[in-house]
T-cell receptor, first 113, second 114 residues
Framework: DAGITQSPRYKITETGRQVTLMCHQTWSHSYMFWYRQDLGHGLRLIYYSAAADITDKGEVPDGYVVSRSKTENFPLTLESATRSQTSVYFC????????????FGSGTRLTVV | GESVGLHLPTLSVQEGDNSIINCAYS??????FIWYKQESGKGPQFIIDIRSNMDKRQGQRVTVLLNKTVKHLSLQIAATQPGDSAVYFC?????????????FGKGTLLTVNP
């Protein structure tokens, strides 16, 4: 189906483990984004990408790594998960932000124990 | 309104009433604005947008008002329904600057009582 999909939907991992959250979009949108959403902080930008092989840090990038070898995929990796990374993670994509903004995925709820 | 501390501002209305949700944006150079709706357990969803050359824009049951003088945005929902219960937040863009990075407000929780 067309759209933007995130996987897994829910994930529980242990402190210190590496975990990768997947994001796939079918529109060939140039821009892709990773946000985390926490109560009291709203949406905070972790990383973004303007095109394949072009990525840049957002406001809270520490502890995260991204890659974008293909336009449609933008995985987010937590290299060594910490409890402070427990959050809901949203991926978003856009072709032209000034036309209807971003389209968001359904989110991944990550719990680090 | 904007959130303060750990709790979202909340608005509680009766089914059938009109709702008004407010947002103060931060950048006077912003020229494009969006309202998003986020239902529990879901990602944010586009509702309506407005450009800075407009003061008002209407959609289906929703109206967005923009006051650039005081940097204020509002979302009006007519005849509010239980399905409108969600968190609503605004986003702003300076298309002449970083033209792909939206800045999001923290949101308002709307609860519709049947």
């Amino acid at each position: 189906d067309a759209g933007i999909t995130q996987s897994p939907r829910y994930k529980i991992t242990e402190t210190g483990r590496q975990v990768t959250l997947m994001c796939h979009q079918t529109w060939s949108h140039s821009y892709m984004f990773w946000y985390r959403q926490d109560l009291g902080h709203g949406l905070r930008l972790i990383y973004y990408s303007a095109a394949a092989d072009i990525t840049d840090k957002g406001e809270v990038p520490d502890g995260y790594v991204v890659s974008r070898s293909k336009t449609e995929n933008f995985p987010l990796t937590l290299e060594s998960a910490t409890r402070s990374q427990t959050s809901v993670y949203f991926c978003a994509s856009s072709a032209w932000v000034a036309l209807r903004g971003y389209t968001f995925g359904s989110g991944t709820r990550l719990t680090v124990v | 309104g904007e959130s303060v501390g750990l709790h979202l501002p909340t608005l509680s209305v009766q089914e059938g009433d009109n709702s008004i949700i407010n947002c103060a944006y931060s950048n006077s150079a912003s020229d494009y604005f969006i309202w998003y709706k986020q239902e529990s357990g879901k990602g944010p969803q586009f509702i309506i947008d407005i450009r800075s050359n407009m003061d008002k824009r209407q959609g289906q049951r929703v109206t967005v008002l923009l006051n650039k003088t005081v940097k204020h945005l509002s979302l009006q929902i007519a005849a509010t329904q239980p399905g409108d219960s969600a968190v609503y937040f605004c986003a702003e863009l300076n298309s002449g600057g970083s033209n792909y990075k939206l800045t999001f407000g923290k949101g308002t929780l709307l609860t519709v009582n049947p």
